[in-house]
């Protein structure tokens, strides 16, 4: 029996009839259509499948973000917890520093302690939102302040030299994970790696920098700086090669393995005239003053590099430019 209504209509009315808000005359005609219409009725089945798993989803959903908040008031409710606990020795040294008539000195070195332990653990449980970045700046300002309260109430002048070699192991850690959780402009956001790099870099010549004011070696900041510099062309070289080149992955191995290779052979070399001492430098040129001086052990050690490293560079480079021939010939 043909519908007394064509499909198209009927189709435009089903969304309606499935959040019944269509009229009882519309209702009636759409159920007497689908029982004659397998299209139609297919159609409706769909529908109902549909709106079945999105009220799924909406309760999952809510289920879980209420899941979510009371698991976020529970943590809040520890951390508050926590931080009354950590204010109880708080409050005995102060107590007993009145009480003797003491001054306040070691009463902020332990304040300063305990806050470094709250940053690692109240922080944690009361910040919502970029929790390990709080956690991280937190326990960072809070090590800070508890060398310089130490620094303070002992009356030494280290406060720099401990800080700064501090914040570049700390950098040198983390900052690979803050600087990808920063939101950073146009070509800073392309080149985050670079960033880590530079900012590494500087904090390393900062430590030698502080030493020098600690140190009563006259030559000191001239030797350290150009050993540095030279021991850091190694990894500043491996980082442009394997970030920025468009070779093939065994051409770059092999060319980080060649060049560490040839630096392993010439750092002892390089160093030995940074620090102007000529005897030891011509020792591993000449066999008898190797012998006279000792440094047998540095030239077999510095051949056994070369032979280990410098073969296996050129073969995974040649291996690497016969794999990308044979795989743009495969394009």
Request: proline share 4%; net charge positive; charged share 15%.
């Amino acid at each position: 029996m043909e519908t007394k209504y064509n499909c198209e209509l009927i189709q435009d009315l089903l969304p309606l009839y499935q959040d019944n808000i269509c009229n009882d005359f519309s209702r009636t005609v759409v159920e007497a259509h689908v029982q004659e219409c397998p299209d139609c009725r297919q159609i409706m089945e769909k529908l109902n499948n549909d709106q079945l798993e999105t009220k799924l989803s909406r309760e999952k959903n809510s289920v879980l973000l209420a899941h979510s908040k009371k698991e976020r008031k529970i943590t809040f409710l520890i951390g508050v917890v926590t931080a009354g606990i950590l204010m109880i020795p708080v409050i005995v040294c102060l107590i007993c520093n009145l009480a003797v008539g003491h001054g306040l000195d070691w009463f902020f070195i332990v304040l300063a302690a305990l806050l470094v332990t709250a940053s690692i653990s109240v922080v944690p449980l009361t910040v919502p939102d970029h929790t390990a970045l709080w956690t991280l700046g937190c326990f960072t300002a809070s090590l800070l302040l508890l060398l310089f309260t130490i620094c303070l109430y002992t009356g030494g002048n280290w406060f720099f030299l401990a800080s700064v070699p501090t914040l570049f192991g700390l950098s040198v850690f983390f900052m690979p994970y803050i600087i990808r959780k920063l939101p950073l402009p146009g070509p800073f956001a392309a080149n985050k790696a670079l960033l880590v790099m530079i900012w590494d870099t500087l904090w390393l010549y900062g430590v030698i920098e502080v030493c020098g004011f600690h140190t009563a070696f006259s030559d000191y900041r001239r030797i350290a700086l150009q050993i540095t510099s030279f021991c850091l062309l190694l990894p500043w070289t491996f980082f442009f090669i394997i970030r920025y080149t468009k070779l093939h992955v065994r051409v770059k191995a092999g060319l980080c393995t060649l060049i560490g290779g040839v630096f392993g052979v010439c750092a002892n070399p390089v160093i030995m005239l940074i620090l102007q001492d000529t005897e030891r430098f011509f020792s591993y040129i000449s066999f008898d003053l190797m012998l006279r001086n000792g440094t047998v052990v540095n030239a077999i050690t510095a051949l056994f590099i070369a032979i280990v490293t410098i073969p296996t560079g050129i073969y995974l480079i040649i291996s690497g430019c016969i794999r990308k021939h044979t795989e743009k010939k495969i394009k």
